[in-house]
């Protein structure tokens, strides 16, 4: 499908985009109101938009995602949608009941300009019910900005510092990961035995299990009293730069809630930071479990460090996720040579953020040479692996056309993971995520030297 791209790379003077490597910002503010207990996502714009996204995270998490619409016509695109969205919200209420309803808008809106905020103090809103909303135009940034706008959202909108004393907890803003991992995440901090508020928490929502009973509202996210008293906590922990990280400064602005923004906890280097920072703040030590399991991963980072070494590897997808990944790889002993998100910014001098600087600095270190880029594309990525090749690809399930072109094997990590089951239920992160991604990773490369090898070298041990 993909033969046919080019060795030869050309400067893009159009600056236009060849299969993209990012989705749409109202996704990612989609998926992150599923994290509300009780919130009805709302996509202020037209039907279709909010069909795209609905069916994008059903796929990858092969649960249903609810959401309302506007269901903008061209009457709303000439004149403005503020009637739709005040029947919208008068109607989410009477019939569909949330708590909270979540808007987040689209290219359109942001296009003809609808001021949000006017609009919900203009709406009939019933009493003990909220509405809280993000700008996410999808012509800027990607799906983990509209995933850090929504979160920025809830901040703004519900978090309060009721008290003149932090009470002793910890604010956990996870980033776009999966269910599975936020799981993971509380597992580990509870196992410290310190108190903890994760805001947005989609476990239990887009991970619910199957009782023979439909529920708009699964018992899963996190309450509105929870992100309300996040302004009492102690401190915030945000887990990846572009996706929380947004959230946690607003919050220490808002309710001078300290902030530290660690690496999504992807391998054993990221996990230790996370649980430092909690033991320096809370004075906690680390239990015998957690120090067991990381015993357990460096044992088997050693039994098989034979079948990573000096693996070249190109890895792509959001940015929190490629900067743990790539400093996980080095840790194996894997020398990351391709390394591109297609989120925005990033770009070294920008303010934006700092994506090529963090992995930049990492290869340097380990005396790599990489190509890395910030807003790139997957033809771009694509012909990196023509000049130099791999020996894997580590991404979502877009990656799996370049990875059949060029007869390479893909890891599946991130969002979105279409073709593949089960993904979302299992951490990538913690020492325990650390020990799956091994059995991933070791599994195709040696399946690939299975099937390669000739007879006289088909091993049964390996």
Same mark, same amino acid.
């Given at each position: 499908m993909l033969d046919c791209t080019p060795k030869e790379q050309k400067e893009r003077s159009s600056g236009g985009i060849i299969n993209p490597a990012k989705t749409c910002q109202p996704i990612g503010a989609m998926y992150a109101a599923l994290g509300i207990h009780s919130c009805l996502p709302h996509s202020h714009g037209s039907q279709g938009c909010c069909s795209f996204h609905r069916m994008h995270l059903s796929?990858?998490?092969r649960e249903p995602a &609810?959401?309302?619409?506007?269901?903008?016509?061209?009457?709303a695109s000439v004149f403005g949608g503020g009637a739709n969205l005040k029947t919208a919200i008068k109607n989410v209420f009477s019939i569909y009941?949330?708590?909270? &309803?979540?808007?987040?808008?689209?290219?359109?809106t942001e296009t003809i300009g609808d001021d949000i905020p006017s609009i919900i103090k203009s709406a009939e809103i019933p009493e003990g019910k909220l509405v809280i909303?993000?700008?996410t135009p999808s012509y800027q940034g990607s799906h983990i900005t509209g995933f850090?706008? &929504?979160?920025k959202g809830m901040v703004s909108y519900l978090a309060e510092a009721a008290l003149t004393v932090k009470k002793e907890q910890v604010n956990i803003i996870p980033g776009f990961v999966n269910p599975g991992d936020m799981r993971e995440i509380k597992r580990i901090v509870k196992a410290m035995g310190i108190t903890f508020i994760m805001f947005p928490d989609t476990s239990g929502v887009l991970d619910s299990p199957l009782t023979g009973k439909f529920s708009m509202y699964p018992n899963g996210g996190a309450t509105v009293d929870q992100i309300k008293d996040s302004g009492n906590s102690k401190l915030t922990l945000a887990f990846g730069r572009f996706a929380a990280s947004d959230a946690a400064e607003l919050l220490a602005k808002k309710c001078q809630v300290p902030a530290t923004v660690l690496k999504t906890p992807i391998g054993i280097k990221a996990t230790d930071a996370m649980l430092m920072a909690l033991r320096?703040?809370?004075s906690q030590e680390i239990p015998v479990e957690l120090e067991e399991e990381r015993g357990q991963l460096v044992d088997i980072m050693t039994d098989t460090h034979f079948h990573f070494h000096g693996k070249?590897?190109?890895?792509f997808g959001d940015p929190d996720i490629v900067t743990g990944l790539t400093e996980f790889v080095l840790s194996l002993g894997m020398k990351p040579v391709h390394i591109l998100t297609g989120t925005p910014g990033g770009a070294i001098g920008s303010g934006m953020g700092s994506f090529e600087e963090d992995i930049n600095e990492m290869v340097s270190t380990a005396g790599i040479k990489a190509n890395v880029k910030a807003g790139g594309d997957l033809f771009t990525f694509h012909q990196w692996i023509k000049n130099e090749p791999v020996d894997l690809i580590i991404g979502n399930t877009y990656g799996k056309y370049i990875a059949r072109a060029e007869d390479i094997p893909l890891v599946r990590v991130g969002f979105p993971v279409l073709d593949r089951s089960v993904h979302s239920y299992l951490p990538i992160v913690g020492y325990r995520g650390a020990m799956r991604l091994i059995e991933s990773i070791s599994g195709a490369l040696l399946d690939r030297a299975d099937r390669d090898a000739s007879d006289e070298d088909f091993e049964l041990v390996m």
């Open positions: 796929r990858h998490f &609810m959401a309302s619409t506007s269901s903008f016509t061209e009457g009941n949330p708590e909270v &309803m979540a808007i987040h808008t689209t290219c359109l909303h993000a700008n850090s706008n &929504m979160t320096r703040a809370f070249q590897v190109a890895i």
